[in-house]
């Protein structure tokens, strides 16, 4: 149950960046509503209640709940601006209302702190510091800098820093190419196309337009490819990983592509993120990708179908450690070993704010009261909602007490 909401924005209000905005588009300033939907996806992972039917798009549909339903829940927005910048100033002023508040566990999922950081230099470090010395246990995210080590934020000791862990479940669609060849690709696209043909494939350099530069139309970039090259056709487009596909769906349904397939460009990562698009869309890794290049490279009318999204579960191995989530040693003191645990963070399904689209900063129409999103900041909620269950069976307990209950009885297994 949702019992208040505030928000701290005298920070931002007063940086420079907030000069540089035009107050007027800037929608979501002075109001505690959530323009992002990043809070009210991980505020719904901690405490939301049972709601049967819960689905993205028809995927994934099943009855959903935060890990301590029924909690009395506060939200306390710190996030600001057209690049969601969270300064210092508020994220201490949300500290000190929320200790104020007498709340029992803080769910932080924002970043704290780098390599040039020492404890109590960051405000997160700070803040958790003092709620943590008031009784108030701090659950922080781990950061998504993996698979790099010496990644880590929120390395406190005091705070319990949570990792992401994938789950045993996958959302998928299928390419299959006119040889026969098919290739499975993360998707959490909403639409299709009849499953009785197979369409022209294109690779987007050959869909340059007359003013756009070979690396825009490879990667599919806006106003890069030429409409009269790709109406009706599949394209093929290279995705830098770590970065939104965005706008190389906006730009394949521009130019009235058929599909889009999504090839990464990093072969040392492990898993992809999805993304809502509006076209038929499938994102395959840099093996596949090449393997699909290749065939266009040697077939004078290459052709492909992408197939609908489909639910798959009982994915293994798993739970492994996604690849975005950062990872240990601690940079300031390596003794103090961090993450403390991991939790599912890969493709988590909860609530989304209308106030925001699928497909974040742009025109998209549609709305969805669920989506899909991955980072340690959904693996977050998941303990904080553990914490908050334990601090109802033993109030008496320390936020040390719950922390170490916590690490000690994690488990490998679903």
């Not at 969805?368 to 307990?397: E, N, Q, R, Y």
């Amino acid at each position: 149950m949702l019992i208040g909401v505030r928000y701290f924005s005298q920070g931002y209000e007063s940086s420079d960046e907030n000069k540089e905005v035009n107050t007027e588009i800037d929608l979501h300033l002075n109001t505690a509503r959530d323009y992002n939907s990043h809070g009210t996806h991980t505020l719904s992972t901690a405490g939301g209640n049972f709601v049967p039917g819960a689905s993205v798009f028809g995927n994934g549909n099943g009855t959903a709940s935060g890990g301590a339903p029924k909690s009395h829940v506060a939200t306390y927005k710190v996030c600001w601006g057209l690049q969601t910048s969270c300064y210092d100033a508020d994220i201490l002023a949300a500290f000190d209302a929320a200790i104020s508040d007498g709340v029992d566990v803080l769910s932080v999922s924002l970043g704290g702190g780098d390599e040039d950081t020492e404890f109590f230099q960051s405000s997160i470090s700070i803040g958790s510091f003092h709620a943590v010395s008031k009784g108030i246990i701090v659950v922080a995210a781990a950061g998504n800098y993996g698979p790099s080590l010496k990644t880590v934020r929120n390395v406190e000791p005091w705070t319990l820093t949570v990792g992401a862990t994938t789950i045993d479940r996958e959302f998928n669609n299928y390419v299959t190419l006119g040889d026969n060849q098919v290739f499975k690709g993360p998707s959490l696209s909403d639409s299709s196309i009849p499953s009785n043909k197979l369409y022209p494939l294109i690779l987007s350099l050959d869909a340059k337009a007359k003013n756009g530069t070979a690396q825009d139309a490879i990667q599919c970039q806006y106003g890069s490819l030429d409409p009269e090259k790709t109406q009706g056709k599949i394209l093929f487009c290279i995705a830098n990983h770590g970065e939104y596909t965005i706008d190389q769906g906006i730009e394949a349904a521009r130019v009235g592509a058929a599909g889009i397939i999504l090839a990464d460009y990093d072969f040392s990562w492990s898993s992809i993120s999805l993304e809502p698009h509006v076209l038929p869309a499938s994102h395959v890794n840099f093996t596949e990708g090449y393997k699909i290049l290749t065939y266009i490279k040697q077939t004078k009318y290459p052709v492909a179908q992408i197939s609908r999204v489909k639910t798959e579960l009982g994915i293994m191995p798993s739970p492994l450690i996604a690849s975005f989530s950062s990872r240990g040693p601690n940079y300031i003191e390596p003794g103090i070993l961090k993450p403390d645990i991991a939790a599912p963070g890969d493709d988590i399904i909860a609530a989304y704010s209308e106030a925001t689209p699928p497909l974040s900063g742009t025109l998209d129409q549609r709305r969805t009261p669920f989506m899909i999103l991955s980072g340690t900041s959904m693996a977050c909620p998941h303990v904080s909602g553990i914490a908050v269950l334990l601090k109802a069976l033993h109030p008496d307990w320390s936020p040390a007490a719950i922390k170490s209950a916590i690490m000690t009885t994690g488990m490998n297994e679903f």
